[in-house]
């Protein structure tokens, strides 16, 4: 027997998800369906979870009051900058 659900998703997040689920030849339906399939056979979440550390925190907060930042327009810019 199968039920059916309905789910909250951020717009950009779906349409992102469903574009790499199609490359794959599945749909949302069968990739969430995998997902619900690997977590019943493990009994866990199929991939590890964990909280940024302190310095990930200090970089995520200094990028979002653009504190010790800088900018590279390409990636050569930045390889230049680093002596690459």
């Known amino acids: 027997m199968k039920i059916q659900t ?5 717009n950009t997040l779906y349409n ?8 794959f030849g599945l749909t949302f339906g069968d990739a969430v369906n995998i997902f619900l399939a690997k977590v019943a056979m493990e009994k866990a979440i199929p991939f590890e ?12 907060n200094n990028l979002n009051i653009d504190k010790n930042t800088q900018v590279y327009n390409t990636a050569n810019e930045l390889f230049e900058d680093l002596g690459i």
């Open 16 to 23: 992102e998800a469903k574009n790499v689920f199609s490359k």
């Open 6 to 10: 309905s789910v909250r998703v951020e």
């Open 49 to 60: 979870l964990s909280l940024p550390s302190e310095e990930l925190e200090n970089r995520i």
